[in-house]
């Protein structure tokens, strides 16, 4: 992978900001695998770059970089402010969206994970249960696409604000609360699978569009926002226009 000019949203001398595809790793140890990491330093011709955070590789979204070891330093200790778009699937009753109840307005889901390194996988766990890690974000229901003949499950539009930055946290949670994300083949349930194979969404549909921390250098607080790119995510919103 190339890095193209539109993956890079903001840099400076101490940071780098970028959009990263679904697909794309953020770093990996695989070899021949391309990820943002390697592909960032390419472009910078520098053998250092702190990696700061990551983006699972199905996911799409907003990544910063630090440019040099300091501000990776400053940048690791900040509790960063990080919101996402999903697009999740159910077939509850208990949301009421056509009488507009539940639309707007937030609600908070916490729970505790249990990490799986050999499968790869996280799930819900008891609090006092060996390793398991809280995990808390907020979300709020945006808009519900209208069903396409055929589809058993609602399709929503849903904003999230991470609280903890949990591995899979996301669609671990969302998946537990009966929400599993579009063309999440791992963790989703046997009616949003079946739902996401037949509608050829081979993508989660996952972006974290907006990212917001204070400059390691300046302390000026620097916020950035993206649109997501996945074909998913445009049955809500024409491309180019805000969601």
Do not use: W
């Amino acid at each position: 992978m190339v890095l193209k000019e539109d993956n890079i949203i903001y840099e400076d001398e101490q940071i780098l900001v970028c959009h990263k595809p679904s697909g794309i790793a953020t770093q990996t140890a695989k070899l021949g695998c391309p990820d943002m990491e390697s592909c960032i330093k390419n472009y910078l011709k520098s053998p250092y770059l702190g990696v700061v955070h990551r983006l699972d590789q199905p996911v799409e979204g907003i990544l910063v970089f630090g440019k040099t070891k300091e501000a990776a330093a400053k940048l690791s200790t900040q509790s960063m402010e990080k919101h996402y778009y999903a697009v999740v699937l159910t077939d509850s009753l208990r949301f009421s969206i056509e009488d507009g109840k539940t639309v707007g307005i937030e609600h908070t889901l916490v729970d505790y994970l249990v990490r799986d390194g050999k499968s790869n996988t996280s799930r819900i766990a008891k609090k006092n249960e060996k390793d398991a890690k809280r995990a808390e974000l907020v979300y709020c229901i945006l808009e519900e696409k209208k069903k396409d003949e055929g589809d058993e499950m609602s399709c929503l539009l849903v904003d999230i604000l991470l609280k903890t930055g949990r591995h899979h946290q996301i669609r671990v949670q969302m998946a537990h609360a009966g929400m599993p994300l579009y063309g999440d083949i791992k963790y989703g349930s046997e009616s949003s699978v079946k739902q996401s194979i037949k509608s050829n969404k081979k993508e989660v549909a996952l972006c974290a569009y907006s990212l917001s921390f204070l400059h390691p250098k300046t302390g000026k607080r620097m916020e950035f926002s993206i649109l997501p790119k996945a074909d998913i995510f445009q049955d809500f919103h024409p491309v180019g226009k805000d969601i």
